[in-house]
């Protein structure tokens, strides 16, 4: 999730690796874009704290609706799978698509452990 996070943090900022992010359209990503993937890295900073309480490693696991986020987040990774392997662009799907099954992969053994 950090290495995604950092990605996300470069494409926002201008640097050129779009083609690994959004379809992969844009090597510079536009300005509507580049507002997603900073969206993207609170969000990534939100699962990871939900995977962590979760397994217990940080406090709040036990917080109503944490398991219940946690299947969510397993879920939207599992879509997150099917949508970079089916991406016009060949970077994204190389490198997202195995990145992303090893995160729904790593939930969903959290989900299930506790």
């Given at each position: ?9 470069l494409v926002a ?102």
């Amino acid at each position: 999730m950090a290495a995604l996070s950092v990605l996300q943090v470069l494409v926002a900022a201008g640097r050129p690796f779009g083609r690994l992010v959004w379809g992969g359209r844009h090597e510079v990503l536009p300005r509507r874009l580049r507002v997603g993937s900073a969206v993207s890295v609170v969000l990534y900073a939100a699962f990871s704290w939900l995977v962590l309480a979760r397994s217990g490693v940080l406090p709040g696991g036990d917080a109503p609706g944490v398991g219940v986020g946690t299947w969510v987040l397993v879920a939207y990774l599992v879509l997150g799978v099917a949508v970079n392997g089916v991406s016009r662009s060949r970077p994204e799907r190389l490198v997202r698509t195995p990145v992303v099954a090893v995160l729904a992969g790593c939930a969903l053994v959290v989900a299930l452990e506790v």
